[in-house]
């Protein structure tokens, strides 16, 4: 009987129904005697004849095999594979102990019957599933059968296990080359090799097929090589390994690379390495033709094995295939003749075949005193890092079963031990390797033995310094606590205010304030400490204090002066805009050569929509700043500005000191949007405020009435936005650099519409492109119908109506889909089966095109392009500048009452006109008399008409100086009775004497003349220039006139009248 035994497992692998299975494997028994016991009586009740084939034989516990029989799978064994510490495997300690338990519980349960042989093999030998016979006996002959020395007697149901010796050849000169990285391979030691290369995948599994699993591995140079081939010897040391391939496996069911286990069975020397095959020789002619048929027969072997990765069974193990079949060509009755390999396969896989020879070790007399003393060192290394780890000492009490206690014996063997535990340096190890001397081979191991304790030693006093840290802290947490409740009864608590100063401090610390600055935190602090927490000054001294530590001093963001870039982000957030990019980019460039932009404020104007708040995002982009806007939209109080004074309650800074402290940087871009709207109360002037704010010259110091401290915000970039630069007082005006960004044409529309509103809105409604589609002709007719203002926020509201309206569409129709199949099914179960069933159809795409646009967003806001088709007699089509863009302006002039002789000449104007355009009128008039009489003087019009002038649209206010051209122009349509010519539109301020005069907005009027159709475009001659600049996709369809004087405007308006 056994008395006792423990089975720990540490790094093991097993193959159990196909499935690889990592586990941990440490044997400990307690002597030498206990496993002779073990392996002579057997295993618990098992048949002692079963046993004689392996009896008195001392088995070793490097590896253990479990055969168990699987009746459910055509009787095939199912193995279960432990192979030793060595190999890198790694799972959690839950997993392991299940599959333990459910190992060990298996074993347990076979350990009764016939088939429940539980042993330990030997270092070289192998187990083989003997054929089932009547005998009962093991068949077959050669290196791959069991010795014949084995009795079957004992087992009669044919499932014997016998244990043989595998053929290992002594002499393999040629064999399959594989490099490895980071560390050699030493005989004895199984390791576990990724392999990547397809040429080599194949070639394994061509050396298993048949039966020649045998590799040399050598250890690159580099450390950083990673194929698996090599191309010459200089890349691999000359000192390798002759290993045999153990098993293979898959390394998943979508990696095509392959995990080899090998174990080393001795050192070799690379004598040449043949070169790599350029093509892929299909076959080798002359090939014996039985050895298609075995090749055949160990393909189908092969593909049974290996060729279900998709299911992530592993493609074999190879020691029992060699048992089955082993190809060996030595004679049967001289073991010890050499084995010659067939390796003619190999030429078909473009793979490193070298030559090799074995190198054998240089005898040595184990007495020596030299030696004795090395191996005595390194037992005592050994020992001292096993303290230290207890992984190695587990390894290192294997390792001491397995040489049966007494390692100077086999000191070679010892000196690869302790290279193989040891985590050296590549080249260390490798010299271990090379050493055929064995005391030179133990002086190097001792030498990677005591790096190695040296390493342990400091990470166990690194170790243990973390510990006395740890606990150092939590008894100093400890004590704190108990002061706490010691302060806590005695009634000394602290009240929070030593805290409060210890935390301003150091934020203090981290910044740099100027010397000014510095100087009042210091009295504030003072301050603060000498008040009672109590007191109402404590609060607001705290909060200053707050307010001054939050302030950005001495940070800055890194800025971009990069044109490409910034024109690739304004490109990238902007359609069309190109004066306004160009602008900015100069602005950029002008930066980049002062390597600054301090000193600038940018006033950006135009009409609602247009993008200048996303512009001003676009250059804080563009430059890396940090980005803040606040609206002073409305502003009537002095103190959003420049801060409240600290005696009130409730004080708070400035909107610019709350923009420093949210950004935490001195140089941001802050955007005052809205400064053409600013307000002024009973509480101050704020447009005022913002003239030391935005002066480059005076807010360097700039003073906040809160802070009381000045600050400098020279490096911050101001950017405004206004829609008109009227209501902008004019010393505000004079600081900022404006930058005009006109309205949008219906092409740029149309192209931002498709090329970023739609999508946004698609997305944030959460459709697709294949639930709904908007076509082109649809937003032509929704910009041309609904949305003619020259921003596109307007048009964007549109655009997300159209989507709501389809998202509402799609949820209905699936809502229909999903109640009709409802209704089939139960009426498919309530009639007979035999009924065919119409599926219904599946959903059906949402497009809106032009002709069900109205569906979407209702009738449309305008029904033609403009009021007049033809104009009449007295009416022209004026052009004018909004807040909101260009727009088309009709004037309309009536002969008031009928022409008598008694009748008087009276003149009067209605549609809500500002002063400017009541002055313009009646120069109009003037002009307009004066005109008759020099070249129609029969014509008496004027001396008798009661004449009326109108510019509709009367709720809207209105004035300007451009409209004297248009109005001069109707008056003389009523007095002639003649229409002006169709198509027209002017602009142009005129004078008594009939000079045009120079006007502004003509890109904002072209917009509009274009979307009105107008075909004629008349302007002030003064403004050719600024038509030369305009886009050309603005001027294609318009006919420019410039023109100097009004003879020039009456010559193009009513061709063909003869003028005196």
């Known amino acids: 009987m056994i008395k006792h035994q423990q089975i720990l497992f540490t790094n093991t692998f097993a193959l159990r129904n196909s499935r690889l299975v990592a586990i941990s494997f440490r044997t400990s028994l307690t002597n030498a005697a206990t496993i002779r016991e073990y392996n002579s009586s057997g295993n618990h009740g098992g048949n002692s004849s079963s046993n004689n084939s392996r009896g008195g034989r001392r088995l070793p516990l490097s590896r253990l095999n479990l055969l168990r029989s699987n009746n459910n799978s055509c009787n095939t064994n199912t193995r279960f594979n432990v192979v030793d510490s060595s190999l890198d495997f790694d799972i959690g300690e839950k997993e392991r102990r299940l599959m333990l338990d459910r190992i060990l519980s298996e074993a347990e349960n076979e350990g009764g019957g016939q088939n429940g042989n539980r042993f330990w093999p030997e270092e070289g030998l192998s187990t083989k599933q003997s054929s089932p016979s009547s005998s009962g006996s093991n068949s077959g002959s050669g290196a791959g059968n069991a010795p014949s020395g084995g009795n079957s007697s004992g087992d009669n149901n044919g499932n014997n296990t016998g244990v043989q010796k595998v053929s290992v050849p002594k002499e393999y000169p040629q064999t399959l080359v594989i490099p490895l990285t980071r560390r050699p391979l030493f005989p004895g030691f199984y390791k576990s090799l990724y392999i990547k290369d397809p040429q080599v995948i194949s070639a394994i599994k061509s050396l298993l097929d048949r039966r020649q699993p045998y590799v040399s591995i050598f250890l690159t140079k580099d450390e950083s090589y990673e194929p698996d081939t090599i191309k010459s010897a200089d890349q691999v040391n000359f000192v390798g390994v002759f290993a045999q391939i153990t098993s293979v496996y898959n390394a998943g069911p979508d990696d095509k690379s392959l995990t080899v286990v090998v174990y080393p069975h001795r050192r070799v020397i690379l004598d040449e390495l043949l070169p790599l095959p350029t093509t892929v020789t299909p076959s080798i002619a002359g090939e014996d033709s039985s050895q298609h048929v075995v ?150 191991a001792l030498y990677v033995l005591k790096k190695e304790l040296a390493n342990a030693k400091l990470q166990q006093e690194i170790s243990k310094a973390v510990d006395q840290k740890i606990t150092r802290k939590q008894q100093e947490y400890f004590l704190h606590e108990q002061l706490k409740g010691i302060k806590k009864e005695l009634g000394m608590e602290s009240d929070g205010k030593d805290k409060l100063v210890i935390n301003f401090k150091e934020r203090a610390e981290k910044l740099s304030m100027p010397e000014a600055v510095k100087k009042v935190f210091d009295e504030e602090i003072n301050k603060l400490q000498n008040l009672e927490p109590n007191a109402s000054e404590f609060n607001v001294t705290r909060n200053y204090l707050d307010w001054l530590t939050q302030i950005p001093w001495g940070k800055h963001s890194k800025e971009n002066f990069d044109i490409k870039h910034a024109a690739v982000v304004l490109d990238e957030d902007h359609y069309g805009l190109k004066d306004v990019k160009d602008r900015i980019l100069e602005f950029i460039a002008v930066g980049k050569l002062r390597g600054t932009v301090e000193g600038k404020i940018i006033c950006m104007v135009g009409p609602p929509g247009v993008g200048k708040t996303s512009v001003g995002k676009s250059i804080a982009r563009a430059l890396g700043r940090e980005f803040f806007r606040f609206s002073v939209g409305g502003l009537t109080d002095v103190a959003e500005i420049k801060g409240h004074r600290r005696t009130y309650v409730g004080a708070m800074p400035g909107k610019v000191i709350q923009a420093l402290k949210k950004v935490q940087t001195e140089n941001p871009l802050i955007m005052i949007d809205e400064i053409d709207k600013i307000g002024r109360g009973h509480q101050g002037d704020p447009a005022s405020a913002l003239l030391e704010l935005l002066d480059p010259e005076q807010n360097s110091s700039f003073l906040d009435h809160y802070m009381d401290v000045p600050l400098d915000l020279s490096k911050v970039l101001f950017v405004c936005t206004a829609n008109t630069l009227d209501t902008i007082p004019g010393p505000l005006l004079d600081r900022m650099e404006v930058i005009q960004l006109s309205g949008y044409v219906a092409e740029e529309k149309v192209a931002i519409a498709m090329k970023y509103l739609s999508p946004h809105a698609r997305e944030s409604s959460g459709l697709t492109d294949d639930q709904v589609e908007l076509k082109q002709d649809a937003v032509e007719k929704l910009i041309r119908s609904y949305c003619r203002e020259s921003g596109v926020r307007n048009l964007k509201k549109h655009v997300d109506k159209v989507y709501r309206k389809a998202a509402f569409r799609v949820v209905t129709r699936q809502q229909q889909s999903e109640e009709g199949s409802k209704k089939e099914s139960v009426s498919d179960s309530d009639t007979n089966s035999d009924k065919t069933v119409v599926p219904i159809a599946s959903e059906e795409k949402v497009v809106i095109d032009k002709d069900n646009l109205k569906d979407f967003v209702g009738s449309p806001v305008y029904t033609s392009e403009r009021m007049y088709e033809h104009t009449p007699v007295g009416v022209i089509m004026g052009l004018a500048w909004t807040s909101m863009g260009g727009s088309s302006l009709y004037i309309e002039s009536v002969l008031d009452s009928s022409i008598t002789a008694d009748s008087k000449a009276t003149f009067h104007r209605t549609g809500q006109l500002g002063d400017v355009m009541k002055e313009s009128s009646t120069i109009a008039y003037t002009y307009a008399k004066a005109f008759m009489v020099q070249n129609f003087p029969h014509n008496k019009f004027f001396e008798k008409a009661s004449v009326h002038l109108h510019v509709p649209e009367g709720a809207t206010p209105k004035d300007g100086p451009s409209a004297g051209t248009t109005m001069t122009t109707s008056l003389l349509s009523l007095a002639l009775d003649r229409p002006a010519k169709p198509d027209v539109a002017m602009t142009g301020e005129l004078t008594l004497t009939g000079k045009v005069l120079k006007i502004g907005g003509l890109k904002e009027k072209s917009i509009a003349a274009k979307r009105s159709g107008v075909k004629d475009i008349i302007f002030p001659a003064a403004n050719k220039s600024d038509w030369d600049e305009l886009p050309d996709y603005i001027k294609e369809g318009l006919v420019p006139h410039p023109v100097g004087s009004y003879h020039e405007i009456f010559e193009i308006v009513f061709p063909g009248v003869l003028v005196n």
């Open 295 to 444: 090749d055949s027969q160990v393909s189908s072997f092969a593909s049974e094995s290996i060729g279900s990765a998709s299911s992530g069974r592993i493609f074999g193990e190879t020691e029992s295939a060699i048992n089955d079949q082993q190809v060996d060509l030595t004679d049967e009755n001289d073991e010890t003749k050499a084995y010659v390999p067939i390796n003619k396969h190999l030429a078909s896989h473009v793979v490193s075949v070298a030559n090799i020879s074995n190198t054998l070790d240089i005898p040595y007399n184990s007495e020596t005193p030299h030696i004795k003393a090395t191996i005595s060192e390194i037992l005592n290394t050994l020992k001292e890092i096993s303290i230290m780890n207890p992984l190695l000492r587990d390894q290192i009490v294997q390792f001491s079963i397995q040489t049966g206690g007494n390692a100077f014996q086999d000191a070679g063997k010892l000196a690869d031990f302790a290279a193989a535990v040891s985590s050296g340096e590549p080249a260390e190890l490798q010299e271990v390797l090379e050493a055929a001397e064995i005391g030179e081979r133990l002086e190097k």
